[in-house]
């Protein structure tokens, strides 16, 4: 005892002293606060690969975003300045840099008019990215929101079931040729022709998650207590798909610069000078000796960007599951 009262520093009346009962404290039950994206981010960023994607994905946001600004990229004026300019045209990155001097423009080299590839693909990039962030945006929310009444309402199911039935053999790519062509080849004009039909595939995707979850207890108590049908499948079932979400999101932006690369490459994308245009507008390039650089970088810079969002979306969706935050 008196070794007890040497290390405490305590005498025996302090030591064996009585506690008062507090009901409601030994309710109580102590646990560790559980935030959800606190442990989304800490599960992402315990890989070093999602550090290494994100740098890069931030490389990519600067050069596509930041750096045309900087430069003052004008689409109408950019691409003529050096076009009366001798021999500097079709220029390998070490022609143009023997020819211009070393500056971060030619990189790339030097294009069919002798404007830095490297300045046009970046503009491209920016037009690109914002394009299929646009429709990713459109087409995940509508999808989202439909999709998670259409699984949970039966009436609405039959009507939505018929309506995809329909539309949904529809294939995308003839429909967006025939809207594109219907209408001006525009930004605007694809952004409209990409999600007017869209956004069905997701909700035809959430639909079927929704149903899985849907006569869980907790969903029909609330029916019992006259919640609506929208409130239920906004409170109580979609915030159960954060991870699905994000992962469909992380598939669909690199898959929208892909058709819109596609599309441009068959002649069929919008009149801006985009990634897609200007791998369409390098083709005789690709096979002409020594000009392939201005087919190629395009490509490449491309197959980075798409690659640099998927991996990004792909991880941070699995950082999303509630089940690898143990």
């Known amino acids: 005892m008196e070794d007890f009262n040497k290390k405490y520093n305590m005498t025996d009346a302090e030591l064996f002293a009585q506690i008062d009962k507090d009901e409601l404290a030994s309710e109580k039950i102590t646990a560790p606060r559980y935030s959800y994206w606190r442990s989304v981010f800490r599960v992402f960023f315990r890989k070093r690969i999602n550090i290494i994607v994100l740098v890069l994905l ?13 430069i003052g990229f004008d689409p109408q004026v950019n691409p003529y300045i050096y076009v009366n300019e001798p021999g500097g045209q079709h220029l390998s990155p070490k022609d143009a840099i023997e020819h211009y001097g070393f500056a971060l423009k030619w990189l790339f ?16 990039s920016r037009i690109s990215i914002s394009l299929a962030v646009i429709c990713a945006a459109i087409n995940m929310t509508i999808g989202t929101l439909l999709g998670a009444v259409w699984g949970f309402s039966r009436r609405f199911d039959m009507i939505m079931n018929e309506v995809y039935n329909i539309l949904g053999n529809i294939p995308s790519t003839l429909f967006i040729s025939v809207m594109v062509m219907v209408f001006s080849p525009s930004f605007w004009t694809l952004v409209f022709a990409m999600t ?8 035809y995707y959430i639909r079927t998650r929704v149903i899985i979850i849907r006569d869980h207890e907790y969903n029909l108590a609330s029916r019992c207590l006259g919640t609506s049908i929208f409130k239920i499948a906004v409170k109580n079932i979609l915030p159960f798909m954060t991870s699905v979400i994000v992962l469909e999101i992380a598939a669909a932006i690199p898959g929208y610069i892909s058709s ?3 599309l441009s490459y068959i002649g069929l994308g919008m009149s801006e000078a985009s990634l897609g245009r200007l791998i369409y507008e390098a083709q005789t390039a690709m096979v002409t000796p020594g000009w392939g650089w201005e087919f190629w970088t395009p490509v490449a810079v491309a197959s980075v960007i798409t690659v640099v969002l998927y991996v990004t979306g792909q991880n941070l969706g699995d950082a999303s599951d509630p089940r690898t935050h143990m």
């Open 260 to 262: 819109e690369v596609f």
């Open 196 to 203: 007017i039909l869209g956004w069905l595939g997701m909700a």
């Open 109 to 124: 080299g030097a294009g069919a008019t002798g404007a830095p590839t490297f300045d046009a693909i970046w503009n491209g």
């Open 58 to 70: 931030a490389v990519v946001v600067i050069f596509a975003y930041v750096y045309p600004s900087i």
